[in-house]
C-alpha cells in the first residue's frame, strides 16, 4: 500500500515539477527550468558518484551541442570535447574513408556522457542551486492522470517516506523506473530485437586513428570510437547473451585486429581492457510520451540500440523540447510546447530508428552467411563512394541534419 501523508504534514512538500531520474535529460530539463526561475525537485536512486561514472555513450550531435551551448550548459564540453568531421569503413580487406563534414559543414562531438552529467549536475545543483535528491527509494508516481499529481520517496537515511505534490512529473528514469511502472494500459510499446550482441570494451589505448572506424566482416561486425588520448571504445559483433568472462584479452585483440584490418593501415594498438559488458541489440518506442501530467524522457521513453550512436542525442532533444515547454506553460500560461511535445519528440525518435535499422544491415549483412545478403550489403557501402547524392543522404542521417528539423 502507498504511503500517502497528509499534505500539511513535515513530510509532504511541492515543486511545480518533479523530474524523476538524473541522467542528460533529467538534468538538462532541471537546468532549463532552474535558469528560469521555475522550481523544481529532481530525484535519482543512484548516487552522486555513480552517475558521474556510470560508463554510456560519447557521440553528440552538432545540433545537440548547440542546443545546450543555447542554454548555458556547454562550456565545459566545448572545451574539453573533440571534434570529429570523418569516419571510415573497412570492408574487402580495404580502407574507405568518408568526410561527412565536407558534405555538410557539420560534425560530430566526442564527450562521454559520464563528463556531460558530471557538468550537468555541477551547474543544476552546485552553480544554480537546484534541489536534488540522490540514492532515494522506492520511488512512485501517483494521480498523473489528475491535475494533483504527486511523487513519494523514502529518504535512504532515515528511512522516512516524503511525498512531493507537483503540476508535472517529466520522467527521465529509464526503462525500469518508476514513470514506466505508472504507464497505464493504452500505452504502446513497440519493440525491436536484432538478434545479435555487441560486447563494449573500453581499452587503456591509444586510438589507433583519428576518427571512428567501422569494419564490416565476415565473422562480425567490429567498431573504433577514440574517447581520449589513452583510452578507446571498441565493439563487437558477439551472439546474444554471450558471457564477458567467455572473451579474455587475447581473444578480443585477435578478433578486432582481424576484423578491423585494412590494407594500408597499421594495426590497431593494443591496451589493458577496462571494462567488458555485454549488450544485446534491442530498440524501443514507447506511444505517446505524455500521459495527463507525466511527460517521459529520454530512455523512459524510446532506446536506440547504439549501432548508430543516437540515444543521448534523443535524450537532449527530449529535454529541450520538455524543458521550454514546461517554463513556457508555468511562466507564461502558454500549453503549445506541452500540447505538441510527444508528436515534436516522436518525429526525431522514429527516424533515428529507421536509420539504425537500415545501419544495422550494413554493419551486420556480410556475417549472417548469407551470400545474398552480403552481396546487397557490399553494394550499399559501395553506393556510399560511388554516389554523391547516396553519400549525402547518409551524411544527413549520421549527422541528424535531415531538412525535416
Not at 567467455?246 to 571494462?275: F, K, M, N, S, Y
Not at 517521459?296 to 521513453?301: C, H, M, N, S, T
Request: proline letters at 6%.
Amino acid at each position: 500500500m502507498t504511503f500517502s501523508p497528509h499534505p500539511n504534514s513535515p513530510s509532504a512538500s511541492r515543486f511545480p515539477v518533479v523530474v524523476v531520474g538524473a541522467g542528460p535529460a533529467g538534468l538538462a530539463v532541471g537546468n532549463i527550468l532552474r535558469a528560469a526561475g521555475v522550481g523544481c525537485l529532481v530525484l535519482e536512486t543512484e548516487s552522486r558518484e555513480f552517475i558521474e561514472q556510470r560508463p554510456r555513450a560519447g557521440v553528440i550531435e552538432e545540433w545537440a551541442v548547440r542546443g545546450l551551448e543555447r542554454r548555458g550548459l556547454a562550456g565545459r564540453l566545448l572545451e574539453r570535447a573533440e571534434r570529429h568531421s570523418e569516419c571510415e569503413f573497412r570492408f574487402d580487406g580495404r580502407a574507405y574513408r568518408f568526410a561527412y563534414q565536407e558534405l555538410t559543414g557539420q560534425h560530430h562531438w566526442i564527450y562521454p556522457q559520464p563528463l556531460l552529467v558530471t557538468d550537468l549536475v555541477r551547474e543544476y545543483a552546485d552553480v544554480r542551486g537546484g534541489e536534488i535528491r540522490f540514492g532515494v527509494r522506492d520511488v512512485r508516481l501517483h494521480d498523473v492522470h489528475s491535475d494533483r499529481p504527486a511523487v513519494s520517496y523514502t529518504d535512504p537515511a532515515t528511512g522516512e517516506r516524503h511525498m512531493v505534490h507537483c503540476d508535472f512529473v517529466a520522467g527521465c528514469d529509464g526503462a525500469r523506473g518508476a514513470s514506466r511502472a505508472a504507464l497505464p494500459p493504452s500505452a504502446r510499446i513497440s519493440r525491436h530485437d536484432y538478434g545479435i550482441g555487441w560486447l563494449a570494451l573500453l581499452a587503456e589505448a591509444p586510438p589507433s586513428a583519428d576518427r571512428v572506424l567501422f569494419g564490416m566482416h565476415a565473422g562480425g561486425f567490429a567498431g573504433h570510437m577514440p574517447r581520449s588520448p589513452g583510452v578507446t571504445r571498441y565493439y563487437l559483433q558477439c551472439p546474444p547473451g554471450d558471457d564477458p568472462d567467455d572473451w579474455p584479452e587475447d581473444r578480443v585483440w585477435a578478433e578486432l585486429q582481424q576484423r578491423l584490418r585494412a590494407a594500408g593501415r597499421p594495426p590497431l594498438t593494443e591496451g589493458r581492457l577496462l571494462e567488458k559488458r555485454m549488450l544485446d541489440m534491442h530498440n524501443y518506442v514507447v506511444e505517446p510520451m505524455v500521459f495527463g501530467r507525466l511527460f517521459l524522457a529520454g530512455d523512459a521513453a524510446h532506446l536506440v540500440a547504439p549501432i548508430a550512436a543516437k540515444g543521448m542525442n534523443l535524450a537532449l532533444n527530449d529535454a529541450f523540447l520538455l524543458g521550454d515547454g514546461l517554463v513556457a506553460y508555468l511562466a507564461e500560461g502558454d500549453r503549445t510546447g506541452l500540447d505538441g511535445y510527444s508528436a515534436a519528440c516522436l518525429r526525431r525518435v522514429w527516424d533515428y530508428q529507421e536509420f539504425s535499422e537500415w545501419l544495422s544491415e550494413v554493419y551486420h549483412g556480410t556475417s549472417h552467411g548469407d551470400p545474398f545478403r552480403a552481396g546487397t550489403t557490399l553494394a550499399r557501402l559501395r553506393r556510399l563512394f560511388a554516389s554523391p547524392a547516396a553519400a549525402a543522404a547518409f551524411a544527413e542521417q549520421y549527422l541528424g541534419t535531415a531538412g525535416m528539423y
